[in-house]
């Protein structure tokens, strides 16, 4: 016997066996076998020769089969009806199934089965991904569009149309936008300019600022921290003049601080993580002072912080 060593595994054949390799397409030609040889007959004095006809049983393996010649030919099990399920190769003695990308063999290394590639990375997608069968595909939250394949991108609802009235101004933020109103100014204020109230009574306004300034920002939800995220600055400068700058409302939370950065300019400092949906209305006030002329004012900047959904 020899031994035949094949893709997976192997096999042993007489050592008179030829092997005939059929993948399937233009069969080989046949090989004829020589004649046996002439064997002389005696029979008493009469001596006859003539061609004897010798037969003989060849056992073949597994995956082959005898032909007319005995030879033990290839059998291939991918035609006419191939076993797998996708893909079929053809291997001396035996066969091999493969899949389609997508799928993976099955344990009966027959049929296939559909990977779910969503559950191989949670960075295929950038918010949620779906799988289908032989792929997968990105998907967005509401207020938001993919871009490319796997990231998403804020849509810019105050562009795609006119979502607010005609007495309102529209904001996006991170996933969505709204409507403020394009005259914030309440009694005793006027409008002064756009997002700018003045008080034009100074009996009417003994205690309060002389004007506030409102302004909005948007930012991503759960954002790293510390963040420098506003800056604050006097739009006029004198000689002599001490400004100085705090969060005069709406931090009782304690996450944002009022960092001095010159006597003219404060930046805004976010100190701990925002979760959105959530909306932070902060004043920040600059007081500006000379001590010789016994001069004191004030200016307040209403800063309303819009914290997105998502973290992107």
């Known amino acids: 016997m020899s031994c035949i060593n094949h893709y997976g595994g192997y096999f042993c054949l007489p050592q008179n066996a030829q092997i005939i390799i059929s993948n399937g397409g233009e069969q080989p030609a046949a090989t004829t076998r020589p004649p046996p040889p002439l064997f002389p007959s005696h029979h008493g004095n ?72 969503c559950l191989l990375s949670s960075y295929l997608c950038q918010w949620q991904c779906v799988n289908q069968p032989s792929s ?42 709204r409507c403020y109103p394009r005259n914030p100014c309440q009694e005793p204020y006027v409008q002064a300019g756009e997002g700018r109230c003045s008080c034009q009574s100074l009996s009417a ?29 006097a739009t006029s400068v004198f000689p002599n003049m001490h400004n100085t700058f705090r969060i005069k ?5 304690g996450q944002f601080f009022l960092r001095r950065s010159s006597n003219v300019s404060g930046m805004l400092v976010m100190t701990r993580p925002l979760i959105g949906p959530r909306e932070h209305v902060l004043d920040l006030e600059m007081v500006t002072q000379n001590s010789a002329l016994n001069y004191r004012s004030s200016s307040l900047l209403r800063l309303t912080i819009i914290v997105g959904p998502y973290a992107f």
Request: net charge negative; hydrophobic share 25%.
């Open 249 to 253: 409302a709406g931090n009782e939370e």
């Open 136 to 177: 997968y595909s990105c998907i967005c939250p509401e207020g938001y569009q993919l871009q490319g394949t796997r990231m998403c991108q804020d849509i810019n609802e105050c562009e795609t149309g006119p979502n607010c009235r005609e007495d309102q101004v529209c904001w996006n933020y991170f996933g969505g936008y």
């Open 205 to 233: 306004c003994r205690g309060f600022p002389p004007s506030i300034v409102y302004k909005y920002m948007s930012i991503t939800s759960d954002r790293s921290v510390p963040a420098d995220i506003f800056q604050i600055q």
């Open 46 to 117: 009469h001596q006859t020769t003539g061609h004897q006809a010798r037969t003989s049983s060849v056992q073949c393996p597994v995956g082959f089969t005898a032909d007319e010649f005995n030879f033990c030919r290839d059998v291939n099990e991918c035609v006419p009806s191939s076993p797998c399920q996708h893909l079929c190769y053809n291997l001396p003695g035996s066969f091999m199934c493969q899949c389609e990308q997508g799928y993976e063999l099955a344990p009966d290394q027959l049929s296939c089965h559909d990977v779910d590639e």
